[in-house]
C-alpha cells in the first residue's frame, strides 16, 4: 500500500484522562522498571550496545540517506515567537568586490527547547518534584548551566536501529488532529499493520503528521493544541525497553491528559525511563522513504553539538535506508 491509498478513516474512541493519583502510580511504576534495567547515571544509553549498532548497520540496503530534521526557523510564527536568529558578520560590503582573501562569516542563536525547531532533550532537561533523573536533585543545574546528566552524555551521538511507526497512516488520515492522542494500542496496532517489531535498544520515532499539517495549512499556537502520546502509551515503550523516542511533534498532547501536569510524557520518558527525546523532527520524507521499500527499520545517527553542560542541542538526526 503506498502512502496514497489508505484505508477510510476508523472510528475511535478518545482516550480518556488521568487524575493526578493514576499519573503518579503510572511515574512510581516506570520509574521502578527503570530503575531496575538501567545502568546509574545513563538512562536507557546501556540499550544501545555495540552489537546492537553492528546488527543496525547491516541492515543497510540500499544507502540512502534521510534527514529527519526540518529546516531552523527564523521567521516569527504562531508556533515561533522567539524564532532562532541568523545574520552575516563579514564580509563587509566594500570587501565583496576587494581583490584578495576575504571570509564569509555568520552568527546563529536559537531557543533551543522552542515548539518548531527539531532538538534533542537531554536528562537533565525536565524536572519533576525537585528531582532530575535517578533522583539528582533539582540544584545541579544553575544558571551557569547543568551539572549532571548533561548532553555530554551522548557526546559520542546516538546510534543504533531507528523504527517508525506511522499513526496516521495507520487511522488512514494525512494527519492527526491536534489534539489527538496516541496510546499504546495505536502503537501495538502500527507494528502489525506495518511489520514493524520495537525491541531493546531502538530509537522509535512516532509520526503523528505535525509537519504535514503545517505546511499544508499553515502554523498555529501548539501550546493549546497539538498531537502527541497520551501518557499510557509509555508503559509500550518500557515493555518493548526502547533508548529513544522522537516525533515530528512535542511527543506531548495538548491539551495535557493530566490536567496537573502540563507534560505527562516527558516527565515519565525524561525523568522516570531516562530516555532522551527527540522533539519536533521532520518524518515525511522518511515516511516515504518507508513506503516505498516496504521496511519500517533502518540505521538511525543522531549526532548532538558537543555542549557539555547543556539541556539540549538542535539536531539532524539522519536515517541511513
Known amino acids: 500500500m503506498t502512502s496514497h491509498e489508505r484505508p477510510a478513516p476508523a472510528r475511535r474512541a478518545t482516550p480518556g484522562t488521568l487524575t493526578e493519583a493514576a499519573f503518579r502510580d503510572l511515574y512510581r511504576r516506570l520509574r521502578e522498571q527503570a530503575r531496575e534495567a538501567a545502568v546509574p547515571g545513563q538512562g536507557a544509553l546501556d540499550r544501545l550496545t ?3 549498532v553492528v546488527a543496525a548497520a547491516a541492515g ?5 540517506t534521510v534527514s529527519l530534521a526540518a529546516p531552523v526557523e527564523t521567521a516569527t510564527a504562531p508556533d515561533s515567537p522567539e524564532p532562532a536568529t541568523h545574520r552575516m558578520t563579514a564580509p563587509a560590503r566594500q570587501e565583496r568586490d576587494e581583490p584578495g582573501l576575504h571570509f564569509a562569516r555568520d552568527r546563529f542563536a536559537m531557543n533551543v527547547h522552542g515548539d518548531v525547531d527539531s532538538h534533542l532533550d537531554a536528562l537533565c532537561h525536565v524536572i519533576f ?3 532530575l533523573y535517578g533522583g539528582v536533585p533539582a540544584s545541579t543545574v544553575t544558571p551557569d548551566g547543568a551539572g549532571a546528566l548533561t548532553l555530554d552524555l551522548v557526546r559520542d551521538g546516538l546510534v543504533g536501529r531507528g523504527v517508525l511507526l506511522d499513526i496516521p497512516r495507520l487511522r488512514g488520515v494525512p494527519w492527526l488532529e491536534p ?3 496516541v496510546t499504546a494500542e495505536d502503537l501495538a496496532a502500527a507494528e502489525t499493520a506495518q511489520a514493524a517489531r520495537v525491541g531493546p535498544g531502538d530509537l522509535l520515532l512516532v509520526r503523528v503528521g505535525h509537519r ?3 505546511r499544508s495549512l499553515g502554523a498555529w499556537d501548539v501550546t493549546r493544541a497539538r498531537a502527541g502520546l497520551h501518557p499510557e502509551a509509555m ?3 518500557a515493555e518493548r525497553q526502547v533508548s529513544v523516542l522522537g516525533s515530528d511533534g512535542n511527543n506531548d498532547a495538548a491539551p495535557s491528559a493530566v490536567t496537573e501536569v502540563p507534560f505527562p510524557v516527558h516527565v515519565l520518558a525524561v525523568n522516570a ?3 532522551h527525546l527527540l522533539d519536533y523532527l521532520d518524518l515525511e520524507e522518511l515516511a516515504t522513504a518507508c513506503d516505498e521499500t516496504g521496511r519500517r527499520h533502518f540505521l538511525c545517527v543522531v549526532a548532538p553539538l558537543r555542549l ?3 539541556t539540549g542541542s538542535p539536531v539532524n538526526p539522519i536515517a541511513v535506508l
Open 308 to 310: 557539555p553542560a547543556a
Open 129 to 131: 518534584d525537585g528531582e
Open 60 to 64: 543497510v540496503r540500499s544507502g540512502r
Open 212 to 214: 504535514l499539517r503545517r
Open 235 to 237: 508503559s509500550f515503550l
Open 50 to 52: 555495540a552489537e546492537r
Open 179 to 181: 489534539g489527538e492522542q
Open 273 to 275: 525511563m531516562g530516555l
